[in-house]
Structure formats: C-alpha cells, structure tokens
C-alpha cells in the first residue's frame, strides 16, 4: 500500500516537504523511502516553567525534533522566538538532515527552540529558561544523540548554561553535547567566521570554473552580520571589489571598492554593531537597495525572503550565493532561472556553519584543540570538494544546482536507510 503524501498547513513545513517529494520523485527513490523519510523520528514538546524576576510564573512552550540519526546524531540549533513551534522545528530539522548529508559529516538533523520573546526577559530569566528547557530535553540529548547549536537569538553563553545543566545532572562534564560554545570554553578558534568563510569559498570557487580571475570580479553582499561580513571580508581579501554592503542601517555603495577593513572597524565600534555614518568614513555613497546594483556577483547574507517576486525582477547580478537561510523564495528563483541567473543553494552555501560546528565536536570528543590555520584550512577543503561535488552533479543532469544538492543529500541518507534497514 502507497502511504498518503504529507501535507502541512505551516507554509515552512509545507515547502520542506514538497521539494522532498519534488526532488524524490525525479530521483526515483521508492515509496518505502519516501515515506520513512518524510516523518521526523522523534517530536519532543516539553513545557518550561520559568520563575520570572517579579516572582510570577511563566510557562513556556519547547520543542527539539530529530527528523532523521540515519547518518549520526541529529545536528541543529535551539531558536527563541515568539513563532517557534513544532511543524517550524520540524521543517528545519528537515533541512538540516539535507545540510548535514551533502556536507559529507556524519550527523543527521534536528532543530529546537522555545516559543518565547527573549528581548523582553534579564539575563536571569533566560539562564532559568535554558536551564529548565535544557534539563526537560536532556533524555534525548547526547554527543552520540543530537547535538544542538546556537540558532536564532541564542548564543554560545544559552550553550553553557544548557551544558553546565545536563554535565550536572549526570554528575559528568559533556562537552561534546552542544557546539557553537565560547572559544574559552571548549570553543573552536575559527568557528565565529567559519560560515561567512565557506560562502565567499563558493563563490571564489564559481569564479575558478567560469574562468574569472576575481580581481576582475564585482560583487554585493547583503548583510553586515556574521555570515555576511566575513562573506565580504574573504572574498576582499581574495581580491573581488565589493561595491555594495548593507546593513539594517541601510546599503552603501562605492563603484571603486567598499573598504571593508574600515566597514569592520565602523561595526565594531558601535554598540549595536551597524554601519550607521559608514557613508561619512568610508569614501561610499548610500543607496536604496544594494540588491540591485550592477555587479556580477550577489551574496544575500541578510535574512529569508528578501529576493521575491517584487525584487528577484530587478535583479542585475547573473551569479547569486545564497550565504542567509532561504533569501530566495520559490516564485523568486523561479523569476531568477528565467532571467538566466545563476544560483548556489544556502544549504551548500552555507554549511561552512555546520561543518565547523562539527570540527568542534570532533576536537571535544578527543579532548585537544587545533589552531586556527588548520580550522580554516580544513573548512576550505571541504567546501571546495561539496561545491564540485553539485556543480559536477548539477552539468551531468542538466539541473539546478538547488535540485542537484537536494537530490544528492537525500541519495546519501537514503542509501543508509536502506543499509540499515526499517528498524531504526
Ligand atoms: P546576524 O544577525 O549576525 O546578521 C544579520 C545581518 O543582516 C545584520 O547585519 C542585519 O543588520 C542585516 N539585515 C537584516 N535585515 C536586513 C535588511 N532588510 N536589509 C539589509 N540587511 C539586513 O545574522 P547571521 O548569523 O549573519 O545570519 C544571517 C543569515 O544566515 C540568517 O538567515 C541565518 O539563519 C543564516 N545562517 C547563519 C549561520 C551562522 O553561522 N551565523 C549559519 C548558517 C546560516
């Protein structure tokens, strides 16, 4: 008997799943495939009782979805957010066992979160809230389980708390259960740029196939973030002139080069961490929309959503990375590979994220730490072979690259689900 199809009426859920079914269908995989692996193994929701600092009781919402550990324990961050909840988790998870799969690490997907508004909770209120959480998740949780990481609004300092709970719960020190952890703390040295850093080595990568020298290269990239600015700092370094960047604070341009050392030094001597007056110190003028501008090369690195059906039209670069998680919407990209442009999909884009997430974990489970250089040296490698990997893969089929990565990640999981069989 064919299983029904799952549908969902959360528009994430939804689209996670229909390119499954898209990209499983012209694979061929079979039905018994698609069906295990369009179900997540596990869907936990927990409730988080938080003393808040008035002395009344807040309970909270939490969710951590496995959707797959065929090839390892699941991989995905923890987000706190007012819309988080299950069928959201469950889509990222989703995508992380996809992301996880075509980086070639061994580790499947999961995703968490707490349904909450952090911007209006102390310090206090939010160690009680990862502490409970944390301990209400703990069954689940494991360095040979899942392995959560910071996400949306949580940071290495929501990792501590989290591991300095369950390392006491178990009466022993879990380093290996959480990455994304301060450089000080069983951190890696290379981690803060490491996804910035492998979406500019897609990018220069490209610029090698296509027969570009990228000193001849112009480039925009949206988002002055951590993808984004380390995006825009190792493509400067290599040599391709930035003629637009952009923050919240609004877009900057200059047809000579954005200086981004000084882009840098603007950033971090602002309490908010913007470019705000960049325009005044960094020889640029500002402008409406950096998507728009004429360079050949566009490295959304902001947020989801921002290239659409009312922008993706006005777009001129014919080279587009995706270093944000889904800039590009469906009907966007659509209007993209009708103008003939080109786009790299985030999850190979931006896996250099969850590829130095597993560095750390690797580097924790034997207790030593390598330097930086061999970090960074490592994170290259790698992305350079995933990026051939799908380009290679996407010429041989005559597909998009985002079909070709899809196809392939699912292949790779599939494969073991089939090695290993239904009893999972
Ligand atoms: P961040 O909060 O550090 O940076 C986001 C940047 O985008 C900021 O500079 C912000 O001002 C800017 N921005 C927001 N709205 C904008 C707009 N409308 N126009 C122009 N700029 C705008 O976040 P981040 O960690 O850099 O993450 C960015 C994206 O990359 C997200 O989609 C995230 O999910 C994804 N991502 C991040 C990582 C990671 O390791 N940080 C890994 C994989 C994917």
Not at 15 to 43: C, P, V
Not at 183 to 195: D, F, I, L, P, Q
């Amino acid at each position: 008997m064919v299983q029904e199809r799952r549908k969902s009426s959360n528009v994430l859920l939804d689209t996670a799943l229909q390119e499954f079914y898209g990209a499983a269908d012209e694979m061929g995989l079979n039905e018994k495939l698609i069906s295990i692996l369009s179900h997540s193994e596990r869907r936990l929701e927990v409730s988080v009782p938080v003393e808040m600092d008035d002395g009344s009781v807040n309970v909270f919402s939490g969710y951590r979805v496995q959707h797959s550990t065929a090839l390892g324990p699941s991989k995905g961050g923890i987000r706190y957010d007012p819309e988080v909840d299950m069928d959201e988790c469950e889509a990222l998870a989703m995508l992380m066992t996809w992301k996880c799969s075509l980086a070639g690490i061994p580790y499947g997907g999961g995703k968490g979160g707490i349904s909450c508004d952090p911007s209006t909770m102390s310090k206090k209120e939010k160690e009680r809230l990862s502490r409970t959480y944390g301990a209400r998740i703990s069954p689940i949780l494991g360095k040979w389980k899942d392995i959560p990481a910071p996400d949306m609004n949580t940071s290495g300092q929501e990792m501590v708390w989290i591991m300095d709970t369950v390392s006491k719960m178990r009466e022993e020190l879990e380093p290996s259960l959480l990455t994304g952890k301060p450089v000080s703390y069983w951190g890696s040295k290379g981690r803060n740029e490491a996804t910035g850093r492998g979406v500019a080595t897609c990018g220069l990568e490209l610029m090698k196939i296509l027969g570009k020298n990228p000193s001849s290269v112009t480039a925009s990239v949206q988002g002055f973030g951590n993808v984004g600015s380390y995006t825009a700092k190792t493509l400067s370094d290599a040599g391709v002139k930035i003629v637009a960047i952009s923050d919240v604070t609004g877009a900057y341009y200059s047809e000579h080069g954005i200086d981004i050392n000084k882009a840098f030094e603007v950033q971090r001597s602002n309490p908010k961490k913007l470019l705000t007056g960049f325009e005044k110190v960094g020889n640029c003028e500002k402008i409406e929309n950096e998507l728009f501008v004429e360079a050949e090369f566009l490295f959304p690195c902001a947020r989801d959503g921002m290239i659409n059906r009312r922008t993706a039209p006005e777009i001129k670069a014919r080279y587009i990375i995706e270093g944000a998680n889904g800039p590009i919407t469906p009907d966007g990209d659509e209007i993209l590979a009708k103008n003939g442009a080109l786009v790299v999909p985030d999850f190979l884009a931006n896996s250099g994220g969850v590829i130095g997430s597993y560095f750390e974990w690797a580097q924790n489970l034997q207790g030593i730490f390598w330097t930086e250089e061999e970090y960074n040296e490592k994170l290259v490698r790698i992305m350079k072979d995933n990026f051939r990997r799908v380009w290679d893969y996407a010429e041989s089929k005559k597909i998009r690259m985002r079909r070709a990565a899809t196809m392939a990640a699912i292949q790779r999981v599939a494969d073991v689900v089939e090695m290993r069989g239904t009893f999972l």
